[in-house]
């Protein structure tokens, strides 16, 4: 089934036609789809595996709010968006707070807080709202 094509590159012959050996830049379409098909179909399946992640599963409650002195703003338009803690891993880990600049006029920060839920507790991410 071995035939050494015409150019000198070793190829095997199929039903489907040639194929190079040892790969080549040649690559058959249904091999694309099927192999583009099956990382899809792990994609989905391990996707349905994967907790919330913002869930945190027993961690104790977070530590009190820092008090931050915010610095001077940037600009006029600008509002200060409060630190608060994240989880990471093992610990909870301050993230400062920033000045930033509202979605649109006349919005203002809510800040993230974190609910207690089913056993362990889940951040409520801030968000941007009208007055």
Known sequence: MSAVH??????VETRQGPIPVGGGPHVRADTVRRTLLAAIV?????????????????????????????PPAPGPTYVW????????????????????????????????????RRGGYVWIEGRWRAR
């Open 81 to 116: 968006v409060p630190g608060h803690w994240v989880w990471r891993r093992r610990a909870y880990a301050w993230v400062p707070g920033y000045w930033a600049v509202p979605t649109s006029p006349g919005y203002v920060w809510v800040p993230g807080h974190w609910v207690q």
């Open 42 to 70: 792990a994609g989905l399946v391990s996707g349905c595996a994967v907790a919330d992640p913002s869930m945190v599963t027993a961690p104790p409650p977070a530590p009190p709010t820092r008090v931050e002195v915010a």
């Open 6 to 11: 015409s150019r000198g590159a070793p190829r």
